[in-house]
């Protein structure tokens, strides 16, 4: 059973900086891809930025500039790189990974780790 286990989460004053880190039981460059989506109270989950096994990363506009995904394949670990935060960036944080198995798509999540800004 594959089991992805976020961490780094907590509370932040408007202007800091956190990291999260997405730890994977099995090797990453098995997933095709993988990426950090966020969910605050009321609203839909929202996808923030994806890493491929090759490093290509895509962002959503509204983290682009402030977050970044980086990966340690030696550590099974993605991260989530976040800078200026300020009140909205306020959700539960979930990491998510997708592979094939033979032709079946397989999504996995996290169980997500809230980030909190206030000051």
């Known amino acids: 059973q594959v089991q992805l286990v976020e961490s780094g989460g907590g509370l932040v004053q408007p202007g800091g900086a956190l990291r999260l880190s997405c730890a994977a039981s099995?090797?990453?460059?098995?997933?095709?891809?993988m990426g950090w989506y966020r969910q605050a109270p009321g609203n839909e989950r929202e996808l923030l930025a994806t890493?491929?096994?090759?490093?290509?990363?895509n962002y959503a506009d509204s983290v682009k500039g402030r977050f970044a995904i980086s990966k340690d394949n030696a550590k099974n670990t993605v991260y989530l790189q976040m800078n200026s935060l300020d009140a909205e960036d306020t959700a539960v944080y979930y990491c998510?990974?997708?592979?094939?198995?033979?032709?079946?798509?397989?999504?996995?999540w996290g169980q997500g780790t809230l980030v909190t800004v206030s000051s």
């Open positions: 998510n990974a997708g592979r094939f198995i033979d032709l079946d798509w397989s999504n996995y």
């Open positions: 890493i491929t096994p090759a490093g290509n990363t």
């Open positions: 099995i090797s990453i460059p098995q997933f095709v891809i």
